[in-house]
């Protein structure tokens, strides 16, 4: 518990971009406190399931009924069941509108969903920083690939990533240990590949899961269990990573279990100059001061806060002048992509679990144009032989049917496109100021739709699909284009969006906001459009990118 | 599908019921005593699951506690239709266990026939066949004897040569 009110500087979430602005605001010497809404997760100590054999889970590992109602939207996630579900909010507790369907999943705990992430990390490139004004969709980026490249490296450096360069423009270099094997059937898919393609490549995905020993982390050990947390930190979370370091420096406060109301604004001094907390149990309120304020709260939760903290000045909440806030809402969309079997390399199999796709880089749009849909979408690729859950579904039963299904089966792939949505001005979030949660903050309203440019690329992404399996001479190729709610893929980007004209955006290029300087959000709120890479690495760069620039500022007196 | 996890199961599979996509697994702890189905049930079910998995290489379902699984998970995680597609299933095959080895076999197939074109809520047979398999192959027989099991693989190795005899991984 803090044991002054005042201090240096104020983080407002844990999670990826939350751990970041603590570890480098505490190792530039501010006094910080991280304010975290959720209950304390300790590194390895409060990872109960971690180690648990299925048949030690309790009641068996599939969600059960009164889950499934405590949990209604948390429940449909991938990767819920009763390993993983104590980091997963209870979503009667709190509620959200949808305006439209959105599956908001949401992990409110120390560390957030940096505990329950796909660890993906690719680098964006000027290919999707230029996209907006080359095309003329929403407005362009205030940044280049030149301003992130360092801090790329520099949260490279820090986390520890496995993975391969391709050396395509697209996914430019990243600092990255060996990768992770692949399948004798991947290895098939690549060579075919390498025969039928001049611009598909099949490589391992970058990954912030460790191949090798990094900074006493890891390698990993393939479980692939990673979202129940890892007691080898071989995959980065927070918990793990970046707030031990932070914590290290002595300058750290971290403080559970404390809801941010809304910043406190001063008009005189045109700054913010804290927060207002509820503690998430007793309700108490207090207020937290600091010179600067980082907001990592998470795209929606960070957009909600600013829309809550209502003055004279900034009638419709803080930094809106531009009235954009809330606004151009996105997530990527994952609804298509194809299966297929293959009947050789029945004398190969594998040992251990990885924990990690292999990856069909983005080759639409890239160097032609399509006509159809602009932007473009890579595939997460999974492979493997059949297990016993191959004869769940079917009518067979009895010895033979048993000898069967316990040798390895066929080989089978899965391979899904993550496709980058477009920013649509009303696809938004908002307040309801007449339904209160029990803390007395308004109720966050949700309205996102996929559109035409979307629907065409989602095709496209089946049809692509199905053509790449075919080509690499798989079999039973069969593409699928799944209707997709929004949310599902779990990147919500947008809503508070950079930029370089105060009229049009909140923040600008160093994630500042226009009209207070001292109050800078790096959470995917930033998002000015959605490239089709997994963002949690961009996130990462640009929190550490702001919070040198904010430190920076402080010391010359100009924040 | 959007289900990271699912593939395995196959293609074709894959692309069915959601319901089956749910991945079960085992039973923290087997009482010995029924605690949601009758005794005459659980003699039913007992059979039943030995039919689906009997004693090979490795133990039958019933030696993993399977039904007693089943006891638990049905009322626990089933939905309320498929509860009582399962309780009028037992029912309807009620004395099975005194029947014949070979015209138990016969009478579940006949069943399995029937059930395999009806939804999951509305099939025994299917229901039946997801929480044997998911009780058995997740019990610590069931993932160690009749299958491979590797708590911590201590890595990943994508490639290697198929032992002779080799059992497929657990999970």
Redesign the interface.
């Known amino acids: 518990m803090a044991t002054s009110n005042t201090f240096d500087a104020i983080v407002v979430g844990s999670g990826m971009s939350g751990g970041w602005a603590a570890k480098e605001l505490c190792e530039k010497g501010l006094k910080t406190l991280v304010l975290e809404r959720g209950r304390n997760v300790r590194h390895i100590e409060d990872y109960t399931t971690a180690?648990k054999?299925?048949?030690?889970?309790?009641?068996?590992?599939?969600?059960?009924?009164?889950d499934r109602k405590q949990q209604p939207i948390q429940s449909t996630l991938?990767?819920y069941?009763?390993s993983t579900k104590q980091f997963l909010v209870d979503d009667t507790k709190y509620p959200y509108e949808q305006a439209q369907p959105f599956n908001w999943y949401r992990g409110y705990q120390v560390g957030g969903r940096s505990l329950l992430w796909?660890r993906h990390v690719f680098r964006f490139s000027d290919l999707d920083f230029e996209a907006n004004l080359k095309e003329g969709v929403g407005i362009d980026w205030p940044i280049r690939y030149a301003d992130i490249s360092p801090w790329y490296d520099h949260v490279e450096k820090f986390i520890g990533a496995s993975g391969e360069n391709p050396g395509l423009p697209q996914l430019p270099k990243q600092i990255l240990q060996p990768p992770?094997?692949?399948?004798?059937l991947?290895?098939h898919i690549k060579r075919e590949f390498e025969k039928a393609f001049t611009d598909r490549r099949l490589i391992c995905s970058s990954i912030a899961v460790l191949s090798r020993e990094h900074n006493g982390r890891g390698?990993?050990?393939?479980?692939n269990q990673c979202a129940r947390g890892c007691p080898y930190t071989a995959y980065f979370s927070s918990n793990g990573v970046t707030l031990p370091a932070a914590q290290k420096t002595g300058n750290l406060t971290l403080q559970a279990d404390s809801i941010v109301h809304s910043l406190i604004y001063d008009e005189a001094k045109q700054r913010v100059t804290g927060v207002r907390v509820i503690d998430a149990n007793t309700f108490a309120s207090t207020e937290y001061f600091a010179k600067v304020v980082f907001l990592c709260a998470s795209a929606l939760n960070s957009t909600s806060i600013l829309l809550n903290s209502r003055s004279a000045r900034f009638p419709d909440g803080l930094g809106n002048d531009s009235g954009e806030l809330g606004h151009n809402l996105m997530d990527h969309h994952?609804?298509g992509?194809a299966?297929?079997?293959y009947s050789g390399y029945?004398?190969?199999?594998?040992?251990?679990?990885?924990s990690t796709?292999m990856y069909i880089p983005r080759f639409r749009n890239v160097t032609t144009r399509e006509e159809k849909f602009k932007r473009g979408y890579g595939y997460?690729v999974?492979?493997?032989?059949?297990?016993?859950?191959?004869?769940?579904?079917?009518?067979?039963?009895?010895?033979d049917?048993?000898?069967e299904?316990?040798?390895?089966?066929?080989w089978?792939?899965?391979i899904?496109g993550y496709g980058e949505t477009l920013p649509y001005h009303d696809n938004r979030i908002w307040l309801s100021h007449d339904k209160l949660d029990q803390w007395g903050i308004p109720r966050l309203n949700i309205s996102m739709t996929y559109r035409d440019n979307e629907r065409a690329m989602a095709q496209q992404m089946a049809d692509d699909a199905a053509e790449m399996l075919t080509a690499a001479k798989l079999e039973?190729v069969?593409s699928?284009n799944?209707p997709?709610v929004p949310g599902?893929v779990i990147h919500e980007m947008g809503t508070a969006r950079m930029g370089r004209d105060p009229k049009t955006s909140v923040l600008n290029g160093n994630n500042q906001v226009h009209a207070v300087p001292n109050l800078f959000v790096t959470d995917g709120s930033f998002m000015v459009s959605s490239p089709t890479q997994n963002p949690s690495l961009t996130y990462m760069a640009l929190t550490a990118r702001a919070a040198d620039f904010a430190v920076e500022k402080l010391k010359r007196g100009e924040l | 599908m959007n289900d990271r996890r699912a593939f395995l199961r196959g293609a074709s599979v894959l692309m069915g019921s959601a319901a089956l996509g749910q991945v079960l697994t085992a039973f923290a702890e087997a009482p010995r005593k029924a605690s949601y189905f009758g005794d005459s049930e659980m003699r039913t079910l007992r059979t039943l699951v030995d039919l689906i998995l009997p004693a090979t290489d490795s133990p039958a379902a019933s030696a993993a506690d399977t039904h007693y699984f089943i006891d638990l998970a049905i009322p626990a995680c089933a939905s309320p239709k498929a509860q009582q597609t399962f309780r009028a299933g037992l029912k309807s095959l009620a004395g099975i266990q005194r029947r014949k080895p070979d015209a138990q076999v016969a009478a579940l197939k006949a069943r399995a026939a029937q059930d395999i074109e009806l939804d999951y809520d509305s099939s025994f047979f299917k229901i039946l066949k997801d929480y044997t398999m998911t009780g058995y192959f997740l019990s610590e027989i069931g993932a160690t004897q009749a299958l491979a099991y590797e708590k911590i693989p201590g890595g990943f190795k994508g490639d290697l040569p198929l032992q002779p005899n080799q059992k497929a991984w657990a999970i």
């Not at chain 1, 054999?53 to 009164?66: F, Q, S």
């Not at chain 1, 299904?405 to 066929?410: K, S």
């Open positions: 180690l054999d299925p048949w030690e889970l309790p009641h068996n590992n599939r969600p059960t009924n009164a991938y990767l069941d009763q796909a992770f094997e692949m399948t004798a991947e290895k390698p990993c050990q393939g479980r994952n609804g992509g299966t297929a079997t029945l004398d190969r199999y594998y040992k251990g679990r990885r796709s997460e999974y492979s493997g032989r059949g297990n016993w859950t191959r004869g769940v579904g079917s009518a067979d039963f009895g010895a049917f048993k000898n299904i316990t040798r390895p089966g066929q089978n792939i899965f899904e039973n069969k699928f799944n997709i599902s």
